[in-house]
């Protein structure tokens, strides 16, 4: 998508994430496995959004944030508990680079809810994971949440229209174009009303999950655990979706 940028996502999608968005995944599971992968060290959460998992967990233990959009971050900070989290704007595609000098080695570096999927190509995503690699304190992970792409892409076509909302006083169309050679989803979701048209686009390049462990393994990252969810189930050929547990190699 011509133009789009880190910063595209947050800032399009922050007047209406908590409200869309703020139960998805598994937090009551997550924040307690992260918690207890961290031992009381730091975490740093790439994408950290409005705080959704970064606010229970700063109880914990120090948690950083890296966000690409300032308005999310600003979100984040207005939350009760959100101004404990250090929150440093920045692309995630190389975390190490906007983390200022005197950070921390981390414990945990977490990526939640599809997150490592918004960096656009291969290419930015091979470069957060060397990234990442370089933040970890000795014995560290990094932990990636994520959909296994199957059922969930767009399958008899590659453009697709669908309505997300309809509503009496206006209606919200997902519209999607998927290119599977490049594994990249452009989504447009354009709510419409009587007073105008909004417009709140997303890229995701998904990866499989054993194109994410080569991915990692040229970092230096290999492959610790991988679990169906936060509760730590079997991943196994159905499972939908997964947490990955990298460590350094
Ligand atoms: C789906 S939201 C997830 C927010 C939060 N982690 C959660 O689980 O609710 C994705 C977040 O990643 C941020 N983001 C997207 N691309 C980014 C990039 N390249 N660098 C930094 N942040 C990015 C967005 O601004 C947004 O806040």
Known sequence: ???YLPETYGDAFVDVYDEWYGNVGDPFHAVPR????????PVLELGVGTGRLAIPLVR??????????????????ARPGGDAV???????????AVLPADRPAF?????????????????????????????????????VEAFVPGENLPKTTNRVVEPRTVALDHVVFNA???????????????????????????????????QLDEMAADAG???????????GQ???DDSTEHVSVYERA
């Open 34 to 41: 992260l918690v207890e992968l961290a031992g009381g060290g």
């Open 107 to 143: 414990a945990v570096v977490v990526v939640g809810f599809n997150t490592f999927f918004m960096l656009t190509s291969e290419g930015a995503q091979r470069d957060c994971l060397a990234s990442v690699a370089g933040l970890l304190a000795p014995g560290g992970v990094f932990v």
């Open 234 to 236: 079997p991943f196994d």
């Open 176 to 210: 999607v174009v998927h290119d599977p050679v490049e594994q990249v989803i452009s989504h447009q979701l354009v709510e419409i009303r009587e007073s105008g048209i909004k417009l709140r686009p997303s890229v995701l390049r998904y990866a499989w999950p054993a």
């Open 86 to 96: 250090v929150a440093v704007l920045g692309d995630m595609r190389d975390p190490a």
């Open 60 to 77: 914990h233990q120090p948690v950083w944030g890296v966000d690409a959009s300032e308005a999310m971050l600003s979100r984040l900070a």
């Open 221 to 231: 990252l290999r492959l610790r655990e991988r679990w169906a969810g936060w509760q």
């Open 1 to 3: 998508m011509d133009g």
